[in-house]
């Protein structure tokens, strides 16, 4: 059987591409490719109440941190995803990083360069802040406020002074949501410093947060994070919680069973966008096709989304290893771009890989990512389709731009690298991470009120 799928995102039109027998087929066009000159329209998830996300490196990016550059490189990428995971998963540390006062959470999301970037509304009248998104965060959304520390940018942050709905929230009131106990003032406040130097100062705070025209949540918590020594280096304004922890936005949505909490399409090239959406219709009920995964928790860090990786199967063919050292706990995580797999999971994965592409010509590495291939000149690529699942029936099958990181975004007949790489030993025993590139082009389905996620191919 053949299945003829358009593959339209890397941003060129020279090629087709097709699954035929458990591989993807892709073929070169007759005519010159083009790196698209413009942003493409978001698809703004069901109801109209999407926010349009774009890469923090996209020209497109309402912050404009991405114009002149590019984007980032094998190594680049694999930096960041070890500061963050270290931070999330490492489990030889009692408190890594920053933590706050009184209470000892990880501040590990300091706004610094999150991966994308949507644009919201906050205060009365509302003040339209670019920030990142995160489904990882310490259970507050972090912003920046005035004042500004002398000689930092303040021209994007929010100015509580001209909010007329901006509520103070009082020191020691956990019911409202103050986590200190120590506040030295009336209001929930509190300053981080680091090897003696001020970091920042910031009081837990109240409004209204505008997400979508129909969607104003009155009396948002959030952290407001004043006179910071450390700025974001992406040109954004802070970083939206959407853990699972019961001061989140996710939290906040009002739902019925017919809706879910939220969904993002993430978008894979600089020139697209996708959409993150909230209290959105189910997309069974919306005529959609969608596979759903049983949500689980994981001590210590309860507020991350784990589900159960129980399968991985490639070119048709279920991985061949016993489903005890298969199956682990991943993370799905929107700030990781690679994804990582057990170190036998992986090399098993690998190798079966690397005999379906033995007639291609090898690559060397590239970083971390040691299974790479030179498809320049070829004029077609057949390889394995890779698909995970996971306890409760969900299964994700990896597009082609989903399971290869190309040297050259706009162009398949580059250098191509598996995208996949093994754990570290400090993520945690039997921890494997869905990172941003294998969710790119697919609607992942927020069900909190179910306890699942939900996959919905080709939304983005």
Known sequence: MCLLVLAPHLGSSYRTGSINGGKHVITRSTHESEKP??????????GGNGLAV????????????????????????FSRDAVRLRGLLDESADSPGLTIPSTGT???????????HVVVGLGTPAQNLTVGFDTATIG?????????????????????????????????????????????????????TRNGSLVLNASMEKDTLTVAPSIALHGFRFLCMEMMSEVPKDGSSGVLDLSRNRYSLASRVILSPDTVAFSYCLPRGAESQGFLSFGTTRPELAGRSVSYATLHRRAPRRNLYFLRLIGVNIGGLDLPMPTEPLASDALIEVQTTFTYLKPRVYEDLRDVFRFSMSSYKVAPSSGELDTCYDLTGLNAVTMPVITLSFEGGASLELGIEQMMYFSNPHNIFSVACLAFAPAPAYYGSGVAVIGSLAQAYT??????????????DNRC
């Open 54 to 77: 774009t890469h923090r490196l996209s020209p497109c990016s309402p912050s404009a941190a991405g114009l002149g550059q590019s984007m980032p490189s094998v190594g680049d990428a």
């Open 443 to 456: 609607e992942v389905v927020y069900d909190l009120r179910g306890g699942k996620v939900g996959f919905v």
């Open 140 to 192: 507050a959304t972090l912003l920046q406020c005035k004042p500004c520390a002398a000689g930092d940018p303040c021209d994007k942050v929010f100015d509580p002074s001209q909010s007329s709905s901006v509520y103070d929230i009082p020191c020691g009131r956990r019911r409202e949501g103050c986590p200190f106990t120590g506040c030295s003032t009336p209001g929930c406040t509190f300053s981080l």
């Open 106 to 116: 990880p501040l590990v999301d300091l706004p610094d360069a999150s991966e994308y």
């Open 37 to 46: 000159s413009t942003c493409s329209s978001n698809p703004s998830g069901d």
